[in-house]
Each structure stands twice: as C-alpha cells, then as structure tokens.
C-alpha cells in the first residue's frame, strides 16, 4: 500500500459529499415541488411566472354539462367561493396572498372574468397563468 497511515482527505471526502448533497437538494428543492390544483390545458403564453411563497390556485375547467370550478382540488360553485375567499380575507390572507386563476384553453371569456372580478373584489391579487409552450405560434396567430 502506498498511502501514508493516516491520509486526512480521505477521511474528509465522505463529510464533503454531505456537504455537497445538502447544497444540491436546498437549491433544487423548490422545482421538485409541486402545486395544488386541477390539471387542465391552459392557452399558450410567451410569459413565465415567477414562483410566490402563498398562493391559492382556482381553475376554471370547461366539461359538456359548463364550467367548474376548482378551488385547490375541491370543487366549488361561486357561492362556495365566494364565502371561502371571504373568510380567507377575515383572517388576513388578502395581503400576503396570490391567487392563481388557471383556465382550459376553452373556457369562456366571461365565465374567466367574473371569476377574476370576485377574487379582485374580495382584495386578493391576481395572476392568470398559461402554458409556455405555444409563444411563437402565438406571436404568429397576433400578426395574422
């Protein structure tokens, strides 16, 4: 054997990978996460959004029989909303708290508005999201 008897970095390396390991899985954690919601297929959109730290996610999802709609996972009607975002805003979570409003692709434009005014009108802020794989052929479809 040619190491000496006591070699330092080799009882060191084991500690290093650790390090190594912890640093990866914090930096990398937060796109291992994922959000709470209602899959859907949302229209195309040149815009990322950045990540928030409090967020309630409603999704508008169109099916044969109309829209539903999604607060989180459960379903809900508006009056259902409506009440759970007021009591939401009772317990102060208006001014710390985004809502995302994810629609299908297909949803109606004014179905996606009077949901958006009533989470507006009860003091949330709002952001509505889309898929981030259609921007060029949106470009093309604005230009036409």
Same mark, same amino acid.
């Given at each position: 054997m040619s190491l000496p008897e006591r070699p330092a970095l080799l009882h060191a %390396?084991?500690?290093v990978n650790l390090f190594a %390991? %912890?640093?990866?899985?914090?930096f990398a954690g937060a796109s291992l996460t994922s959000q709470a919601g209602v899959t859907v297929d949302p229209p195309p959109s040149r815009f990322q959004l950045e990540r928030f730290r409090e967020t309630l996610v409603v999704t508008l999802v169109t099916a044969d029989s109309g829209a539903r709609i999604y607060l989180g996972r459960e379903l809900v009607d508006m009056a259902t909303l409506e009440s759970r975002l007021e009591s939401l805003r009772e317990q102060g979570a208006a001014s710390r708290t985004i809502?995302? %409003?994810?629609?299908?692709?297909?949803?109606?434009?004014?179905?996606e508005r009077e949901v958006g005014e009533l989470i507006l009108g009860k003091g949330f802020r709002l952001a509505l999201t889309g898929s981030n794989d259609g921007g060029?052929?949106?470009k093309n479809a604005i230009s036409k």
């Open positions: %390396l084991p500690v %390991l %912890l640093w990866m899985f914090h809502v995302l %409003l994810q629609c299908d692709a297909d949803a109606q434009v004014g179905t060029a052929e949106s």
